[in-house]
Nanobody
C-alpha cells in the first residue's frame, strides 16, 4: 500500500520561507515521478512543481518559478519543496503526489497516489 506523508507546513509571514517534506512508502521511489500540488479555499487543486524519478528534470508552475524549489532524496524516499519569498496568495493545502508514468505531468489526473496534505498559511 502506497503511503505519502507530508510535513513542514505552518504559519509564516509575508516574505518568509518553509520547507515541505513528503515521505513515501510502499512504492519503488526511485522509479516514481513526484509532484506537489496545492489547493486554496474555493479553488481547484493546481500543479506547483514536479520532479522526475532520477531528480534530473523538474517543472514548475509560473507562480512558483524563481521562488520554489523541488528536490528529492531517493535514499530517503523523500521529496522536498522549498518555499521562499512566500506571499499571502500562496496560502493553501499543499499535497504531494506520485505516479509511475515516466514524465512530469501537470494535471492532477495523472497521479495515482496522494498524501493528505499540509497547510501553509502566509500572513500579510
Amino acid at each position: 500500500q502506497v503511503q505519502l506523508v507530508e510535513t513542514g507546513g505552518g504559519l509564516v509571514q509575508d516574505g518568509g520561507s518553509l520547507r515541505l517534506s513528503c515521505a513515501a512508502s510502499g512504492v519503488t521511489f526511485s522509479r516514481t515521478v513526484m509532484a506537489w500540488f496545492r489547493q486554496a479555499p474555493g479553488k481547484e487543486r493546481e500543479f506547483v512543481a514536479g520532479i522526475n524519478a532520477s531528480g534530473g528534470n523538474t517543472k514548475y508552475a509560473d507562480s512558483a518559478k524563481g521562488r520554489f524549489a523541488i528536490s528529492r532524496d531517493n535514499a530517503k524516499n523523500t521529496v522536498y519543496l522549498q518555499l521562499n519569498s512566500l506571499k499571502p496568495e500562496d496560502t493553501a493545502v499543499y499535497s504531494c503526489a506520485a505516479t509511475l508514468l515516466g514524465s512530469i505531468i501537470t494535471s492532477r489526473r495523472g497521479y495515482d497516489h496522494w498524501g493528505q496534505g499540509t497547510q501553509v498559511t502566509v500572513s500579510s
